[in-house]
Each structure stands twice: as C-alpha cells, then as structure tokens.
C-alpha cells in the first residue's frame, strides 16, 4: 500500500498517477522529482525493498564509509610530526551504519520516504510489473500512467558460473559494504572498481587479501596507467594480485548463510588457473565482484514487446520499439553508464522530457539531451591513491575516429608536496587536434577525485585550450598539475612563429 494515496481512481480496482516509476533508487527519484516539479502532475515510486535503492545502502555510500578511514589514516602517516594508528574497525563500522541507516540487520529508509512524500511523490510498497501500455501491477493492484512509465529497476551482482561457486554462498558487493565480521583471509574474483574498492578497505581492516583477475591489468575501462598504479599500492599493502587467473572450482563443505555481511560458513577452497597452472587458495570468504546484470526479469518486458535484459533508449531516455512515447528507462536498467550520478543526470533529462511533453512543449536544448552519456561520464573509484577519469581514454578515442595527441606527466607541485611528503600521482590528457578540446583526463593520486569537476567541465564545455590557459589554478593547490599540462602540452606543438 502506498504510505500516501494521491493518485484518482479510474474505477474500482484501478488508480491513476500520471507517472509512474518502477525503482525507487537515485535514478527513479530523480525521474519522479523532475516529471511533476512545478505541477499538479501526480506520481508514485513502486519500490520492493528500500527507497534510496542500492547506492544509500550497498553500494556507493557504505563503500566511500569503509575507505575513507584508510585514506586519511595514509595521509596522516604521509606527514612528520604526526602520530596516526588504526583504523579501529568496530568505530569503522559504527559510522558506516550511521550513513547506511542500519538498525538491527535492517536499512531505514523512512528518511528517504519522508523525501518523497514531501515532493508529492506517493510510495508504493512491492514488486511493479508491466501489464501492457501505461499498466502496471502491483499485486493485485492495477496502476495506470496517464503520461509515463519509467523504469528504474537497476543491476544486481553477477556471480560467474563457475563449478561450486554458488553452493558456497560467497559474498557480494551487498555483503562486503555491509560486513560485520573482518574475514582473515579473503579471495576477489574480479579486477574492476568493486574489486579493487573492496580489496583496498578488506585489506587496511586487516584481511589478507588475494585478487583474481582474468585479464593482465585493474581497472580495464580506464587509462592503463591507472590500473598500475593501484596495482603497485595494493601490492604494496599486502594484497596478492593474481594477473590471468581465473576461478575453475570452489567447494565449501560448511556453507552455510548467516546473513549479510557475516561469514557464510567453514574455509572456502579455490581451485584457480593461471599462466603458471593450477593454485589452490583456502580463504574465510570469497568476494565476486564479476560484473552486473540487469534486474529486468519479471518486470513485464513481454507485455509491451520487449524482451528481458538492458532496454535500450534513445537521447531522451525514451525506450526503443515501444510506441507512443510513455515508456522511459534511466539508470543502470539502460547500460549507458553504470554510475549513480549518472543516473541521477539520466533521471533528471527523464524528467524535464515527461514534463515537456506532458504539457505540450516543444524538447530543444540541451537540458532535454542526455549526450554527457557519451562523451563527459566522470567517474571516481575511491581506492588508494584514488583514480579519477571523464571522456574518453586514448584508445577509445582513436577507435571513435579522433585525431589526438596525449599529454601525460606526474604529478609534483608545491600543492603535492605540501599535501603529504609521500604524494606521488599522476595526470593525462587525449586533445582532440581538429578542435583543440579536451576529450578525455585521467587522474590518480590521494584525493584526485576532488580534482575531476574542472575535467568534466572542460571535456562538457568543449572548452579550447587557449581558454583553458586563463583558468588559472590557485597556489600552492594541487590543482596546479593543470599548468604544467597545459605547459607540457604547448611545449610539444611545432612553433607556428
């Protein structure tokens, strides 16, 4: 039942919102927000388990919780004159269940319901389900959109099909966010942001942890640079990186689900192939972090002629194959770009275009364009030392046709310094020649995240060069790498004098 009925019943057994969104996370929030802002437009949120969805509670949040302490415990070892111990886990713990809202193995979300309600938006407890054009089901409910469907059901962890490895219930990204006991020692399948993430703040909590990775580097979907330098400070703090292993058998007699976060049973084995042949690892718990799937199964796909799996959109977040322009999907359901933020953007274009068409104004501009999905995503994974990256990498951009050139150095200003004595990173460039724009940074450092908005304005804006010579970094900030960048760069073109 919804905690706030506003929507009118066409008859008895039906009720009318004029939006309608299936997923309350970031994305659908935001969807909903932006759709009847300003209005007498109704709309309800259909959310099976918490509002607030995967990043308040799973995901971003608890993650950003358990790293933090490492970072700051690095910086201050960074510095003489300062003594620094830790982390403390339990008080670790303790603040990541404050930002989590977790009381007694549960998540509140009534903070993010109260949220809701007061943008007018009606929470609706339950599984939604397409059942045929602007129909949704809610048990044996029957909701219907005078103006939109979103969809904003999202991914959920993909567990390899590996021989053994279901049966020994190993953890997902759900249960290492949300540990309540450190294991000793743990094995990741998996060589992406979540991977190196968990595998950063398993290992400052006192895990030993070891990593398998398919492929020859971290980090595949960023400069190569980056992943090295995690590589080489994950190496550097006791982690185990295995290059082109992969799981081939798990066997765990003892599993046995004690519930989220808490070891699921005895000693896990783990046969693994690698360059070398065959290692068995024996570990307390086993983390996947192999990638993500839609949750698009049982949501009625098949009711409007689609098919299970991402659902593909135009620009304005409008699913493809479906007639009538009343079918949306934002978030990670679309397989743009797997990122909350992004899903937040995606929600908010969503958003603006119901409410453009729902009171008959014409989509121009770019607020009705969700174009940053393909040439500005930022993106931060808060390992240590952080990476940071917006726009294309290099490879990328030669593949997408662009003449570039790169420029790349580390990097070492009074502001690194200054900052702590043992700062090392660095910074990169890909300049689109035709234009003489930035088409993509990448940064890695301590705390380099901070330092990715200028990027993503510059990649965003089509910012020239020469402009950027004006934007002049402040002294002694870390931000002045972009100096020396753009220094570097001129350095390196032939003089047109």
Same mark, same amino acid.
């Given at each position: 039942m919804p905690d706030n009925d506003r929507g009118t019943g066409a008859d008895s057994g039906t009720t009318e919102y004029d939006v309608i969104v299936l997923g309350g996370g970031p994305a659908g929030e935001n969807a909903a927000d932006y759709a009847i802002a300003g209005s007498d437009r109704t709309a309800a949120i259909v959310e099976p388990a918490k509002v607030g969805g995967e990043c308040s509670y799973w995901a971003c949040i608890p993650s950003k919780a358990l790293l933090r302490p490492g970072h700051v415990l690095g910086a201050a070892?960074?510095?003489?004159?300062?003594?620094?111990a830790g982390p403390d886990t339990v008080e670790v713990l303790r603040r990541r269940d404050e930002f989590v809202h977790a009381h007694n193995g549960d998540h509140d979300d009534s903070s993010q319901v109260e949220w809701a309600t007061q943008q007018g938006i009606d929470v609706i407890r339950g599984t939604g389900r397409l059942d045929g054009e602007r129909q949704v089901r809610v048990a044996d409910r029957t909701l219907r959109a005078r103006s939109a469907v979103v969809l904003a059901t999202g991914t959920h962890a993909a567990v390899p099909d590996v021989p053994g490895l279901r049966d020994a219930l190993p953890w997902t990204s759900r249960d290492a966010t949300n540990l309540h006991e450190v294991p000793k020692r743990v094995v990741v399948i998996g060589g992406g942001v979540v991977a190196c993430e968990a595998a950063t703040w398993l290992s400052a909590l006192g895990s030993?942890?070891?990593v398998l990775v398919r492929g020859g580097r971290l980090l595949a979907g960023v400069e190569p640079f980056a992943g090295e330098y995690v590589a080489s400070a994950l190496t550097a703090q006791g982690v185990q990186i295995l290059f082109g292993t992969q799981p081939r058998r798990v066997a765990r007699p003892a599993a046995s689900d004690h519930g989220e976060g808490r070891i699921h049973g005895g000693p896990v084995t783990v046969r693994a192939q690698g360059p070398d042949g065959e290692t068995t690892l *024996?570990? +307390?718990e086993i983390v996947v972090a192999a990638g993500r799937v839609p949750s698009t199964g049982g949501i009625g796909l098949e009711t409007v002629g689609l098919s299970a799996g991402y659902v593909q959109v135009d620009d304005q977040l409008t699913v493809s194959g479906v007639a009538g322009e009343w079918l949306y999907a934002v978030g990670d359901i679309n397989h743009r770009a797997a990122l909350t933020h992004m899903g937040k953007y995606q929600g908010r274009v969503c958003g603006d275009v119901i409410s453009a #068409?729902?009171?008959g104004r014409a989509l121009s501009g770019p607020r009705? !364009? /969700? +174009?940053? +999905?393909? #040439? /500005? *995503?930022?993106?931060? *994974?808060?390992t240590d030392p952080e990476v940071a990256a917006v726009g294309l990498t290099a +490879? /990328?951009? #030669?593949?997408?046709g662009y003449d570039i050139r790169t420029v790349e150095l580390d990097i070492a200003v009074a502001g690194s310094a200054l900052a702590r004595d043992d700062y090392t990173g660095r910074a990169a460039l890909v300049i689109d020649n035709a234009t003489d724009t930035v088409v993509g940074a990448t940064f890695v450092g301590p705390d380099v995240g901070e330092q990715l908005h200028? /990027?993503?304005i510059a990649v965003a804006g089509r910012v020239p060069l020469d402009a950027l010579w004006h934007a002049v970094p402040a002294f002694p900030a870390i931000s002045e790498f972009w100096l !020396?960048?753009?220094?570097t760069d001129r350095s390196s073109l032939p003089s047109t004098g």
């Amino acid at each position: 039942m919804p905690d706030n009925d506003r929507g009118t019943g066409a008859d008895s057994g039906t009720t009318e919102y004029d939006v309608i969104v299936l997923g309350g996370g970031p994305a659908g929030e935001n969807a909903a927000d932006y759709a009847i802002a300003g209005s007498d437009r109704t709309a309800a949120i259909v959310e099976p388990a918490k509002v607030g969805g995967e990043c308040s509670y799973w995901a971003c949040i608890p993650s950003k919780a358990l790293l933090r302490p490492g970072h700051v415990l690095g910086a201050a070892l960074g510095l003489p004159g300062i003594e620094a111990a830790g982390p403390d886990t339990v008080e670790v713990l303790r603040r990541r269940d404050e930002f989590v809202h977790a009381h007694n193995g549960d998540h509140d979300d009534s903070s993010q319901v109260e949220w809701a309600t007061q943008q007018g938006i009606d929470v609706i407890r339950g599984t939604g389900r397409l059942d045929g054009e602007r129909q949704v089901r809610v048990a044996d409910r029957t909701l219907r959109a005078r103006s939109a469907v979103v969809l904003a059901t999202g991914t959920h962890a993909a567990v390899p099909d590996v021989p053994g490895l279901r049966d020994a219930l190993p953890w997902t990204s759900r249960d290492a966010t949300n540990l309540h006991e450190v294991p000793k020692r743990v094995v990741v399948i998996g060589g992406g942001v979540v991977a190196c993430e968990a595998a950063t703040w398993l290992s400052a909590l006192g895990s030993e942890v070891t990593v398998l990775v398919r492929g020859g580097r971290l980090l595949a979907g960023v400069e190569p640079f980056a992943g090295e330098y995690v590589a080489s400070a994950l190496t550097a703090q006791g982690v185990q990186i295995l290059f082109g292993t992969q799981p081939r058998r798990v066997a765990r007699p003892a599993a046995s689900d004690h519930g989220e976060g808490r070891i699921h049973g005895g000693p896990v084995t783990v046969r693994a192939q690698g360059p070398d042949g065959e290692t068995t690892l *024996v570990a +307390d718990e086993i983390v996947v972090a192999a990638g993500r799937v839609p949750s698009t199964g049982g949501i009625g796909l098949e009711t409007v002629g689609l098919s299970a799996g991402y659902v593909q959109v135009d620009d304005q977040l409008t699913v493809s194959g479906v007639a009538g322009e009343w079918l949306y999907a934002v978030g990670d359901i679309n397989h743009r770009a797997a990122l909350t933020h992004m899903g937040k953007y995606q929600g908010r274009v969503c958003g603006d275009v119901i409410s453009a #068409r729902a009171e008959g104004r014409a989509l121009s501009g770019p607020r009705y !364009r /969700a +174009d940053a +999905d393909h #040439r /500005a *995503v930022p993106q931060v *994974v808060f390992t240590d030392p952080e990476v940071a990256a917006v726009g294309l990498t290099a +490879d /990328a951009a #030669r593949k997408a046709g662009y003449d570039i050139r790169t420029v790349e150095l580390d990097i070492a200003v009074a502001g690194s310094a200054l900052a702590r004595d043992d700062y090392t990173g660095r910074a990169a460039l890909v300049i689109d020649n035709a234009t003489d724009t930035v088409v993509g940074a990448t940064f890695v450092g301590p705390d380099v995240g901070e330092q990715l908005h200028a /990027a993503t304005i510059a990649v965003a804006g089509r910012v020239p060069l020469d402009a950027l010579w004006h934007a002049v970094p402040a002294f002694p900030a870390i931000s002045e790498f972009w100096l !020396r960048l753009l220094e570097t760069d001129r350095s390196s073109l032939p003089s047109t004098g």
